[in-house]
Structures are given as C-alpha cells and as structure tokens.
C-alpha cells in the first residue's frame, strides 16, 4: 500500500519524473524522422512542448499538481529553463546516437 509520507512521496514523483522523461526522449527518437544541424532549435522546442503539455496542463489537470497560477513566475522561469535543458540534451544525444549507429544523413 502507498504511504503518503514526506519520503514516500518524494520517492514516488522522482520515479515518475525520471520514468517521464524517459517516455518524453523515446517519444522524440521515434518523432523524430533523422538528425539534422539544428539541434538547439528542435531541441528547444521539444523541451517547451514538454514543459507545456506535462508541467502546465497534464499534471494539474490529473491533480498531481497545483494549478500554474498558484505557483510563481520565478518558479515557472526556472522549470521553463530546465525543460529547455532537456531539450537541447535530448537532441544532443539523439543526434550523436544516429551518429554512432551509422543512421546520420
């Protein structure tokens, strides 16, 4: 049975997140039709689609989190810039896998 203590919840939403984000990278190897030069660019997309669809409407939405007006602008601002990291990180490895394996055009 879950216990809704501190540790336990933390435990259970780092788990989710990670679980999350890697559905999220899988997801964009499988959109993402062959690397080209503009990683930054595809990648920052990526990374607000993400932040948009999961942090902003998803998780409020299943109530997993609060509603983005309770939370503040500065902290909107740094799980934004975060997200652009994913981003950007995940392209940087999509392109170098496609690299490695020899699928570059």
């Known amino acids: 049975m879950f216990q809704h203590d501190p540790v336990s919840?933390?435990?259970?939403?780092?788990?989710?997140?990670?679980?999350?984000?890697?559905?999220?990278?899988?997801a964009?190897?499988?959109l993402k039709r062959k690397p080209d030069a503009a990683v930054a660019a595809t990648g920052s997309a990526f990374g607000i689609a993400v932040w948009i669809l999961l942090d902003?409407?998803?998780l409020p939405l299943l109530g997993l989190s609060r509603s983005p007006e309770r939370y503040p602008a500065?902290?909107?601002?740094?799980?934004?810039?975060?997200?652009?990291?994913?981003?950007?990180?995940?392209?940087?490895?999509?392109?170098?896998?496609?690299?490695?394996?020899?699928?570059?055009?």
């Open 9 to 26: 919840l933390w435990r259970a939403g780092t788990a989710g997140h990670y679980a999350i984000g890697a559905a999220c990278g899988a």
């Open 28 to 30: 964009y190897g499988i």
């Open 56 to 58: 902003q409407v998803a």
């Open 74 to 105: 500065r902290l909107h601002a740094r799980t934004l810039a975060l997200h652009l990291l994913f981003g950007a990180v995940t392209a940087a490895a999509y392109k170098l896998a496609s690299r490695l394996d020899g699928s570059a055009v």
